[in-house]
């Protein structure tokens, strides 16, 4: 088969590799650009997958991050519903799983990540859906009516999020997860309990600190066994226990990665000409000064743009701070920097476990914040971590209103 020239090759038809060809034209409008992915979609947003879709506050329609007359206006070759299933560095090249080969002159791991799969009897039985992607709301949603019942594997953002979204469509929700509460990687405890309750208010069944030891479907329906001997049948099983990078493609190819693809300030990997960003991309955040992979869209958005600059010539160090937000029910946040409660904690209630501004301390600095229905004050939050200046928990008081 003929091998095909492109100046750009895009691999990934997420946010990431959306937001670089915006990059890329903002700084070369003529190179050829090429642009695969293996859904059978346009790029999309995938916030509203857990969010305004199954509250009618969007459609399908309206979530496309561009429409196609982007990509021809941007002359970019679209190559959707095509699995990269190699690329050779020495050689510049990307090779289809349909055997196509394609030359490029730079190139963007844009590549995400894929749900992390359970592995017990059981987790691969069909109608289990590890939720990500579009084709996997669009299954849901016709599924999720009212007077089913719906068992949510996991307690972090994809879970929590789901099961309010299944509520608000009258579907009868369990969730289990291992921890004590829900999202505990990032909400302090009295905050986690406060979420958890008002969802157990909702009506919402919820088995903290048990978890799936086995699946079985009966007829129409999945029978889950848990680890403290729980039966929970359900119509509709949903997981979401986080992703796993898709750093193989980078890996196979020799190129750095560990938690994921390594990258410089410039978002180039080991290989000068090949980039990575978003989910996937393990980056200096220079703010912190430490080595993060960042799961959120803002960061998509962001390093996406940057990598494709950078891949057209700009040069620019990625010194951007992302942000990341959730709703969940009337509780919606945005933070900044490290949200770990890993970290020492410090909440700033204007009303408790509602209205306030969380700080999240190492060394007395400020690594993180969360402003909670604390709205436009991302921009102050950014400031206050790029001081990094020593605090105390009392002098925090009031500083982010
Ligand atoms: C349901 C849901 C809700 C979310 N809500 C929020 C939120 O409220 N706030 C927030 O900050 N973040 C949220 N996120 C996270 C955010 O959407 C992600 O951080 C962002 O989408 C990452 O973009 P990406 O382009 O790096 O990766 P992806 O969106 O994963 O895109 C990568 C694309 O590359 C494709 N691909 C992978 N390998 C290959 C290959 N070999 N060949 C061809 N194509 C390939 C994948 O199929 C995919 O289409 C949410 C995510 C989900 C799933």
Known sequence: MAEQDFAYIIVGGGLA???AVEGIREMDGSGSVLLIGNENHLPYHRPPLSKQLWLGKKQVGEILIHDRQFYEKSNVTLSLVTEVAGIEPDKKTVRSAAGETYHFGKLLLAT???PRRLSVPGSDLDGICYYRFLDDYLRMRKDA????SALVVGGGFIGSEIAAALVANKVAVTMIFPEAYLCNRVFPESLGIAIQNSYI????TVLAGDRPQSFEKRDDFFVTATDKGRRIESDLLIVGIGIVPSAALAKDAGLRTDSGIVVDEYLRTSHPDIYAAGDNAVFPYQALGRQMRVEHWDNALNQGKQAGRNMAGAGEAFTYMP???SDLFEFGYEA????????ETFADWQKE??????YYLKDRKVRGVMMCNVWEKVEAARALIRRGEKVTPEGLHGVIR
């Not at 009516?145 to 089913?148: A, D, L, Q, S």
């Not at 900044?336 to 970290?343: H, I, R, Y």
């Not at 476990?353 to 969380?358: A, E, F």
């Open 17 to 19: 590799g959306a937001s």
């Open 112 to 114: 995400g990540g894929m």
């Open 145 to 148: 009516v009212e007077g089913k």
């Open 201 to 204: 208010g909702r009506g919402v």
């Open 323 to 325: 942000y990341f937000f």
């Open 336 to 343: 900044v920097g490290e949200v770990s409660t890993e970290l």
């Open 353 to 358: 476990n509602d209205t306030g501004v969380i």
